[in-house]
């Protein structure tokens, strides 16, 4: 430790990518710039007919028709825009380490209380089962129990959930040890006792010890698992467990989850020495239930409510002075991320500075070459990077830890938080089971509908109210007092969830999040208007490239639409092989497209994986982002569509987590989204077949319109191939998760109708 007046070492390190790689990327990145000004200069020029008689030729073709070119410009002003966008992300990724050892040699005995705070909502879209082993995992960080609280929260207020709830607590007295004695990592169960095969003989005693032990603690979970599953599929909970348990009362005056009174139950508490111990006597966590309360005429603000309702609840019980928000699905992978955080928090010199430290989404299960990018890999291992190195990450929502003076709108100030006021204000004394009650009836008002009423509640204080991403604005507003956050992204994931495994669901979320997005946008937030001066430019460009998704969707639909149309009435649109203007537009897809892959690759994917990631790229952008942006402009006009937030489901039928295993894709329905991208599949099919034929039966002769139009011939062309899945889900399928037969007629009508329209159309050559 240092000696006082000194500069300790620091508890974390941030690297900076490597001059040589820097170097490269950016001089790449400038010419691949300049192959987009040279677009932008071709489009315009030709445009307005100031090329100077290089190409007269071209002109033998007949006119250029306005309309088409003047998209086609404000289409490539717009991609090559938010290029530059993106480049935020790229140009200086910083890395982060910590050194733990450190935080234990200075502040062992004076660490801060941290409060975790666990989000479910719907126990038949987040089984209780999958909803234990997070509460599980994060009850056993490496970390002073005594100073750990575990609250969930449940806005479906089921019975079910408290009583798995109940079981978790029975269970947790053996486990919490058990990962202890034995190191365990992963701390889920699930991830150790899920179709585990005992060894039967061994050589060493100690690992005879060890065998015992983990039989007898797979006996009580699979025991535990059995109990909590009978209850799932029954809904009920046994009745001897029910009249055993005072808690479930609070269900007797509950009428739906929609309308019921508060729900509170601590369930462990650091400070109740007799209920409280493990079966080794040790110390347990605290461990509250809270469905806050729900009444029909209240709105309740979905999971930033929740998130509110437990920042005022957790202040009255343990006030940890770290928050911890995970969602249901995510299992702490790592018993160390706690200390990490506090690494950032706690350091001497940059640490008062900092509101939040974000870890990553990983996930398990994703199958080899990731049909629907779940993995968002290059998000996680470079583009998060660099928006830290741009002056903060953003908020996601989950695996994030809080200062919880900040996210209750502390204003930004520059001075050192003296260290020592991390200790725990609140006295030692323990507490006995009245005085919990008591706690209990005096947190109740803080989850009730009205508190919030008169407060700066879901605007200054706690998560924003009224955003489809309320966790993006809310560190966006953080960030606009002038905090700063990091990013950590260890080597070992600090937490694993479960993938969405249908198409449907993804572009659902996709829709969810690019709606928020635009919200954004258009709030007082606004990074790119009302952000000047409070986030720095590379921040204020970080947040742009996210708040800019639903209108992106309407250039890339021009570009999924127009060309191809444009084919069938031969007009090119693309320079000719033989002009020079060919040549930046081969740079710009060539080197585009090959560096999207060495960093898809570089970050551990696969040639397939990055080619589905590309189909997913497409879909999301022109349906999820699409019908977000009519969505939300219809909003701004006054005319809402209820749209509601659908939860996307964590639990898939057999069948179709076969399809998942073997990456066949899975639609299994109808839905607006996909008649929009079935339209667009066959609507490319028939405009690639047309110029097909015009090129076979064609007097120019076929090289003669392949070397006039090859771009755009190649752009349908991949389009087509991009969507193969979609034909086979329309016409070639059998199986339950294929498209329906109204969609492949109504894609069809549509298409073709598109076509026909299109070529009986004057205004256009
Ligand atoms: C999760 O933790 C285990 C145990 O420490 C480790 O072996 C595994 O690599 C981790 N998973 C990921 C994706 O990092």
Redesign the pocket.
């Known amino acids: 430790m240092a000696k006082k007046g000194e500069i300790p070492y620091p508890m974390f390190e941030t690297r900076r990518a490597t001059g040589g790689w820097l170097i490269t990327y950016r001089l790449f990145s400038i010419s691949l710039f300049i192959g987009i000004f040279s677009i932008w200069l071709y489009r315009f020029s030709h445009l307005f007919n100031i090329h100077g008689g290089v190409e007269e030729e071209e002109d033998d073709d007949g006119e250029k028709s306005w309309v088409v070119w003047v998209g086609s410009l404000a289409a490539e002003l717009f991609f090559g825009l938010y290029w530059l966008l993106t480049q935020a992300l790229r140009w200086n990724p910083v890395f982060r380490q910590t050194f733990k050892h450190r935080l234990s040699q200075r502040y062992e005995h004076s660490l801060p209380g941290v409060d975790v705070f666990v989000c479910t909502a719907d126990p038949d879209k987040e089984p209780p089962m999958m909803v234990m082993n997070t509460v599980l995992s994060v009850m056993a960080y490496d970390y002073p129990s005594d100073k750990l609280s575990v609250y969930l929260s449940d806005d479906a207020a089921s019975e079910i959930t408290f009583y798995a709830l109940l079981e978790t607590r029975s269970f947790a007295k053996k486990w919490l040890p058990f990962c202890k004695r034995f190191h365990m990592?992963?701390r889920s169960p699930s991830?150790h006792l899920d179709g585990l095969c005992l060894p039967t003989s061994s050589d060493h005693d100690d690992d005879s010890i060890w065998i015992q032990e983990l039989a007898a603690i797979k006996k009580l979970y699979d025991d535990m698992e059995r109990r909590i599953e009978d209850a799932t599929k029954s809904g009920q909970v046994p009745r001897d467990v029910r009249s055993m348990h005072k808690g479930f009362s609070q269900w007797d005056a509950y009428s739906s989850r929609r309308d019921h009174d508060t729900i509170l139950k601590i369930l462990l508490h650091t400070k109740d020495s007799l209920n409280s111990k493990d079966a080794d006597g040790s110390v347990m966590p605290t461990l509250v239930y809270l469905a806050r309360e729900k009444r029909s005429q209240y709105h309740h603000h979905f999971k930033a409510g929740a998130m509110n309702s437990l920042i005022r609840v957790s202040s009255k019980i343990s006030n940890g002075k770290i928050i911890l928000n995970v969602d249901c699905d995510m299992a702490s992978?790592?018993s160390e991320s706690v200390r990490d955080a506090l690494c950032f928090f706690m350091d001497e010199e940059k640490g008062h500075e900092i509101a939040f430290v974000q870890f990553p989404q990983?996930f398990?299960g994703v199958t080899k070459n990731d049909l629907y990018a779940n993995h968002v890999q290059v998000f996680n291992k470079l583009e998060a990077h660099g928006s830290d190195g741009c002056g903060g990450s953003l908020y996601i929502g989950t695996g994030s830890f809080h200062r919880r003076d900040i996210l209750c709108g502390r204003k930004f100030s520059d001075q050192h938080n003296a260290i020592n006021d991390w200790n725990n204000d609140d006295d030692d004394q323990l507490i006995m089971e009245e005085s919990l009650q008591k706690q209990e009836q005096e947190s109740k008002p803080l989850a009730s509908c009205t508190y919030e009423q008169n407060t700066l509640w879901g605007s200054e204080r706690g998560l924003i109210y009224g955003c489809a991403v309320e966790d993006v604005m809310t560190g966006l507003s953080i960030h606009s007092k002038g905090w700063r956050s990091v990013y950590c992204n260890p080597?070992?994931?600090a937490f694993?969830g479960a993938p969405l495994t249908t198409l449907g669901q993804v572009l659902v979320q996709q829709k969810r999040w690019a709606e928020g997005d635009f919200q954004i946008l258009v709030s007082k937030y606004s990074p790119p208007w009302h952000a000047y001066g409070k986030l720095s430019v590379g921040l204020q460009m970080v947040y742009c490239n996210y708040c800019f998704w639903a209108p992106k969707s309407l250039p890339i639909l021009y570009y999924c639409i127009v060309p191809s149309l444009c084919l069938l009435k031969g007009i090119p649109l693309f320079p000719k092989i033989s002009s020079p203007w060919f040549i930046p537009f081969a740079y710009v897809i060539l080197a585009g497209n090959t560096s999207s892959l060495v960093e898809f690759l570089s970050c551990g994917g696969t040639v397939q994986g990055w080619w589905n990631e590309q189909r997913m790229w497409l879909y999301k952008r022109t349906s999820s982002f699409f019908f977000a942006f009519v969505e939300s402009i219809l909003k701004l006009l006054g005319f809402p569509l209820a749209s509601g937030f659908a939860i996307t489901t964590k639990v898939a039928e057999q069948d179709a987590s076969q399809r998942y295993e073997k990456e066949i894709m899975e639609f299994g329905g109808s839905s607006p989204m996909f008649t929009l991208l079935a339209t667009l599949a066959m609507l490319n099919l028939f405009c690639f077949l047309g110029v097909s034929m015009d090129a076979l039966i064609s007097e120019d002769g076929f090289i003669r319109v392949l070397e006039k139009m090859i771009l755009q011939i190649m752009l349908c062309g991949v389009l087509v191939l991009i969507n193969v899945p979609i034909y086979e889900g329309l016409f070639f399928r059998k199986d339950k998760g294929g498209l329906p037969t109204s969609v492949a007629i109504k894609s069809t009508i549509f298409a073709s109708s598109a076509c026909v329209l299109f070529k009986g159309m004057n205004f256009i050559t």
């Open positions: 990592e992963p991830a992978n790592s990983n398990v080597e070992r994931k694993l």
